[in-house]
């Protein structure tokens, strides 16, 4: 303890003496009698060191006062002068500091130290565009200052001055010894390159810094997220598998698995999704109630009905409401046409729904019983298919759909009149014009059959006029002018019919019959490729007999 308070006065004894001599200088600067040898007691070295060693011992504010005093008596001092700005710098003064540094630079403008005190000072004054000067030139001039490099690339991104930016960080890479560096660096540079959508040299970027930590899981999430970005799913997908040899820590083994599992349904391979999904359900934090859901609608995915039936009535068991898990449910049977067990699901649903829910289960019903009826007509049973569109009505009587089935129906009954009524109909309802062009070609079909000529020319005209590239609507045109010997016109129309359609392949016969008369050979073409799209085409088979027959002849 003595030992202590002897080495505490010793020292103090010290800088007492330290201060007096220093405030003897500065008296003696200030000089009283004014004669000469009075002036200056110490020498240009004498006030330098001095000003040198308190810098040097952070006595900031006594290097202030002596190079001061010293200064407007010897204004012409450089080197005191830039003490005096790092002085201010370091005491935080930034504008005396940037004053002393433009002094000094008027008369020394290569000074690289005193430049570097003044880029400081405009940086921590946020003055950034003067700050990016200063460092350019310092940059320009010490190109291997690692320091100076870094805080010029910093200052360009700071300014989203992103090219600049990445060419000085490329820089400061090859400047950096230290692997540590280089990958924080690289990082940097990877960030900056995907602002810059230089999509490439971001890969390079992070591909370096993974050569320096391979397993580091920050780098090859952000790597995988950018292969999702430009859609590479299947490097995206193994550079997760990887992941998954040293990822630990819950958290991203979750990011993981779930990424893995979007992915491989983004790709649409659905057994691989069950796979993951089911990984899935081990890990901490994963939603156990929803990724089973998913199952189920990746089981539906691949047609295997049955077992994603099987999970959602399990799911809809355990949860409280349930009121998506069921609407998935009775989809599901929809799509096996178990018609009546999807009605029960909804009817179940309607019992204890919201004003909400039930609005969207009355839409849904009307639906169910819109495909159902559909169901009935393909194996024409037209009773009960009508019987199915008038309980649709029940729901939602405002669903064109509805009618459109019903002229359907009609027409397969070959009740064109009835089908013209029901469809004007569809027509009617149809407020967004969604279904407009299909509405229009089943009119034009249905006038048709009626002989109602003028009537089909104005439904395909309006077709034509919503939607020119309708390869029915202009299939259609074609026979239209067909039958009126407007040769021209009905070229012209099975020709875009095909463009817009290159399978319809009534209209590459209709066209090879124009052809006949004056083209045999594209005639022969597509009669030609007609057979390639459908063998057993008959009218194709004799036409094309017909035509090569009388080649012969």
């Known amino acids: 303890m003595a030992d202590t308070n002897i080495i505490i006065i010793i020292v103090a004894f010290v800088v007492a003496i330290g201060a007096i001599y220093i405030l003897y200088s500065i008296i003696l600067f200030q000089g009283g009698s004014g004669k000469k040898g009075d002036e200056l007691q110490l ?38 002068r830039i003490y005096l700005a790092k002085a201010y710098f370091e005491d935080r003064k930034y504008n005396q500091a940037i004053r002393q540094c ?33 460092y350019e030139y310092l940059f320009e001039h010490s190109k291997n200052d690692k320091d100076i490099t870094r805080t010029l690339a910093e200052l360009y991104r700071e300014t989203d001055q992103l090219y600049s930016s990445i060419s000085i960080y490329e820089v400061l890479s090859d400047l950096l010894d230290i692997e540590d ?8 540079l990877a960030e900056l390159n995907e602002q810059v959508k230089d999509y490439p040299a971001a890969f390079e970027a992070y591909k370096r810094r993974l050569g320096i930590y391979p397993n580091d899981v920050d780098t090859n999430r952000k790597l995988t997220e950018l292969y999702i970005k430009i859609k590479n799913y299947p490097v995206a997908i193994e550079t ?38 089911e990984k899935l359900l081990d890990i901490q934090g994963s939603d156990k109630f929803k990724v089973r859901n998913d199952i189920a609608a990746y089981n539906i995915k691949l047609n295997r009905l049955g077992e994603g039936i099987a999970i959602l009535e399990d799911l809809a068991m355990m949860s409280q409401n349930g009121f998506d898990v069921t609407l998935e449910l009775a989809d599901a049977y929809i799509h096996q046409k178990e018609y009546q067990k999807a009605l029960e699901k909804y009817t179940l649903l309607l019992d204890k729904a919201t004003p909400r829910e039930a609005k969207t289960v009355n839409l849904l019903l009307c639906e169910l019983y819109i495909k159902w ?23 939602n009587t405002l669903n064109p759909e509805i009618y459109y089935n019903v002229a359907k129906n009609n027409y397969k009954k070959k009740d064109f009149t009835a089908c013209v009524e029901a469809i004007n109909k569809a027509l009617e309802y149809d407020k967004q014009n969604e279904y407009k062009s299909k509405y229009l070609l089943m009119l034009s079909e249905a006038h048709h059959q009626l002989g109602n000529f003028f009537e089909e020319k104005k439904a395909l ?50 066209l090879a019959l124009l052809y006949e008369s004056n083209n045999r050979d594209k005639a022969k073409e597509l009669y030609m490729e007609v057979l390639e799209q459908d063998p057993t085409f008959e009218e194709a088979k004799n036409a094309l007999a017909d035509l090569s027959t009388s080649d012969f002849f």
């Not at 560096?181 to 940097?188: K, N």
């Open 102 to 134: 433009l002094t000094v630079l008027k008369k020394r403008p290569d000074d690289l130290e005193t430049r570097k005190v003044l880029g400081s000072c405009y940086i921590r004054k946020q003055a950034t565009t003067k700050a990016i000067k200063e």
């Open 373 to 395: 009826a559909v169901d009935m007509s393909e194996q024409n049973k037209f009773d009960e298919s009508f019987e199915y569109l008038k309980n649709a009505t029940q729901y």
């Open 461 to 510: 005209t309006d077709l034509l006029k919503y939607d020119d590239k309708n390869p029915e609507g202009l299939y259609r045109v074609g026979l239209m002018y067909t039958a009126q010997h407007d040769i021209k016109n009905a070229e012209d129309a099975f020709k875009r019919a095909i463009l817009y359609n290159p399978e319809l392949i009534q209209a590459k016969y209709n």
């Open 181 to 188: 560096e280089v990958a924080d660096v690289q990082s940097i």
């Open 43 to 80: 020498s240009t070295k004498n006030i330098l060191d001095q000003v040198e060693v308190l810098f040097d011992k952070k006595e900031y504010a006594l290097v202030q006062l002596l190079a001061t005093k010293y200064l407007d008596r010897v204004p012409s001092h450089i080197d005191v």
């Open 240 to 277: 997760l598998l990887y992941m998954l040899t040293f990822v630990t820590d819950g958290k991203n083994l979750l990011w993981v698995y779930e990424t893995l599992v979007s992915l491989y349904v983004e790709s649409e391979d659905y057994e691989k999704a069950i796979e993951y999904s």
